[in-house]
């Protein structure tokens, strides 16, 4: 069965730092393509990352002026996003999502909505002192 699971959010202080991970089941992360999307209070889902299945295409949303990395980890079947100097305007509930069909990031992250096979739960940031 397909699933994605979220985990690592959490309350942090201002310029602190976050690992989110993004754990894959029924499939193998290195055959997908995995975007991170975020949903603050009040707002719409919006694209922060992505990695395409072969590691050659990533994207990063440039909101985040080089804040966070993307990564993957065959070996755990599983998918990261490292958020360094975190703000409080990065307060969001942090979801990944598959593109099983493995298209490249720009498109991923323009058509998410209706490209999106899989979604995961969600997992909690809070930035605040």
């Known amino acids: 069965q397909a699933q994605l699971v979220e985990s690592g959010g959490g309350l942090v202080e201002p310029g602190g730092s976050l690992r989110l991970s993004c754990v894959v089941s029924?499939?193998?992360?290195?055959?997908?393509?995995i975007g991170w999307f975020r949903q603050a209070p009040g707002k719409e889902h919006e694209a922060v990352s992505c990695?395409?299945?072969?590691?050659?295409?990533?994207y990063s949303a440039d909101y985040l002026k080089g804040r966070f990395t993307i990564t993957r980890d065959n070996a755990n079947n599983a998918v990261y996003l490292q958020m360094n100097s975190l703000t409080p305007e990065d307060t969001a509930v942090y979801f990944c999502?598959?593109?099983?069909?493995?298209?490249?990031?720009?498109?991923?992250?323009?058509?998410?909505?209706?490209?999106?096979?899989?979604w995961g739960r969600g997992t909690q940031v809070t930035v605040s002192s």
């Open positions: 990695i395409t299945a072969h590691g050659r295409n990533t």
């Open positions: 029924g499939f193998d992360v290195e055959d997908i393509t």
């Open positions: 999502a598959a593109d099983t069909g493995g298209y490249y990031c720009s498109s991923f992250v323009t058509n998410f909505r209706r490209s999106a096979d899989i």
